[in-house]
Every structure is written in C-alpha cells, then in structure tokens.
C-alpha cells in the first residue's frame, strides 16, 4: 500500500464524519493545516479523497472520501488485518490480554478528547 499512517489518519476520519474542512480536520490530527493541505492533494490526485465546494458559501472547502477509498476499502482493511496480526504473532496470550487492556484504556482517552459517539466503534467496518 502506498498509504503513509497520516494518509490513513485521514481516512480514518472521513470515514467517521463525512466532510471535514482541512482546518477542522487538521485540529484533529495535531498538524498544521498546511501540512494537511499536501496530505489530501496527493490523497486527492491518487481518488483516496476528493474536495467539495460549498454551494453556500464557495469559500469553504471540504474534504470526502474519493472514489478509489470506495473502491479499495476492503483490499485496504484487509492490508491493515494482515498486518497487525504479523504484529502481533509473537505474544503470549497473557501479553495479548495486556495489550487488549491497554488498548482500551486508549480508546477511552481517545474518544474523550476527539468526542466520539459512543455508538463508534473503533474497526467496525475497516478505516
């Protein structure tokens, strides 16, 4: 795959709320939305993403998910299954549970400071 981990981030999140303007979007991920602004014109050249203007307002500018998401969110999902269990083959089952703990300590803190629904749930249906 030729997504980096903040082009994943990316999608992550449009996949969570539909349109995000690049501002909004880079509060998310703690970059700076210039940094942001060549993340999504190389998602957006490759279809990962597409922007949209607003017929409101023609200034505001969002960001969606594109075509080729739509088109590779299984292949994508299965690439980043198939990875984490290469991650993960080598642990015992007490580190496993460890893990499993800890990681949902993590989505606690994560959903408070992004506020998430409680009805998400983290994997549900791929990135």
């Not at 190389?42 to 739509?70: A, F, M």
Request: net charge positive.
């Amino acid at each position: 795959m030729e997504l980096t981990g903040t082009d994943l981030m990316v999608l992550f999140y449009l996949k969570q709320e539909a349109n995000y303007r690049i501002t909004d979007l880079a509060r998310k991920l703690g970059i700076p939305a210039s940094t942001l602004t060549g993340v999504i014109d190389r998602l957006e050249e490759k279809g990962w993403v597409c922007r949209e203007r607003s017929q409101v307002d023609r200034r505001v500018v969002t960001i969606r998910l594109g075509p080729r998401y739509q088109e590779q969110k299984v292949v994508l999902q299965n690439h980043l299954t198939k990875d984490a269990y290469r991650l993960l083959a080598d642990l015992s089952d007490n580190e496993c549970r460890q893990l499993l703990e800890g990681l949902k300590r993590v989505e606690v803190l994560i959903r408070q400071k992004v506020e998430l629904s409680p009805k998400t749930k983290f994997g549900e249906g791929g990135v």
